[in-house]
T-cell receptor
Framework: ETGVTQSPTHLIKTRGQQVTLRCSSQ?????VSWYQQALGQGPQFIFQYYREEENGRGNFPPRFSGLQFPNYSSELNVNALELDDSALYLCASSTLSGGRLYEQYFGPGTRLTVT | RKEVEQDPGPFNVPEGATVAFNCTYS??????FFWYRQDCRKEPKLLMS???SGNEDGRFTAQLNRASQYISLLIRDSKLSDSATYLCVVNLQIAGGTSYGKLTFGQGTILTVHP
């Protein structure tokens, strides 16, 4: 086990609603990244948090936002849900040190269904 | 052109077979390379990092050719438990105020090992 946990495991929301997903990183890691994985595709990078700030972002609209807390845990918030947001949301924790990002370890994911 | 491209597969092999997966990446500035394994409806798990000198872990051998921007994974003596989707992953380190690492995943190649 990686020690990365996510909650909830599954979630069903209606189009237009808002959702918050949570991630606890592995002990000793200071960086959390979030990914979206649609069925049959590889994960797509949403953004990364380091020292409680977003320090990198993929090609996702502003309605995808996040937070990182002093204990390095993180939240992903998605506003105005769309049907295409249905996916597995993965968080990955790692260590950023000396300008180098070390291996990322994934949590079990949250499966979001938007109806 | 996709940033990371893998053999589409699927691969269906008997136990004991040797199977090879290939992957190419488009960004020559990519800095680190990995193979992840993903079981059905589970999170990706780090299988191994890939180095220019090549590296081996038991039945698994990974190779990187930076000049050709090509990565490979060889699995010898396949086991039933090797059945999974194999994801080629490239880490592009983005230098900025605080550098961050963006993992870019290939689409994945499905491997089924049968008795």
């Amino acid at each position: 086990e990686t020690g990365v946990t996510q909650s909830p495991t599954h979630l069903i929301k209606t189009r237009g609603q808002q959702v918050t997903l949570r991630c606890s990183s592995q002990s000793g890691h200071n960086t959390v990244s979030w990914y979206q994985q649609a069925l049959g595709q590889g994960p797509q990078f949403i953004f990364q948090y380091y020292r409680e700030e977003e320090n990198g972002r993929g090609n996702f609209p502003p309605r995808f936002s996040g937070l990182q807390f002093p204990n390095y845990s993180s939240e992903l918030n998605v506003n105005a849900l769309e049907l295409d947001d249905s996916a597995l949301y993965l968080c990955a924790s790692s260590t950023l040190s000396g300008g180098r990002l070390y291996e990322q370890y994934f949590g079990p994911g949250t499966r979001l269904t938007v109806t | 052109r996709k940033e990371v491209e893998q053999d589409p597969g699927p691969f269906n092999v008997p136990e004991g077979a040797t199977v090879a997966f290939n992957c190419t990446y488009s960004n020559s500035a990519s800095q680190s390379f990995f193979w992840y394994r993903q079981d059905c409806r589970k999170e990706p798990k780090l299988l191994m990092s890939v180095y220019s000198s090549g590296n081996e872990d038991g039945r698994f051998t990974a190779q990187l050719n930076r000049a050709s921007q090509y990565i490979s994974l060889l699995i010898r003596d396949s086991k039933l438990s090797d059945s999974a989707t194999y994801l080629c992953v490239v880490n592009l380190q983005i230098a900025g105020g605080t550098s961050y690492g963006k993992l870019t995943f290939g689409q994945g190649t499905i491997l089924t090992v049968h008795p």
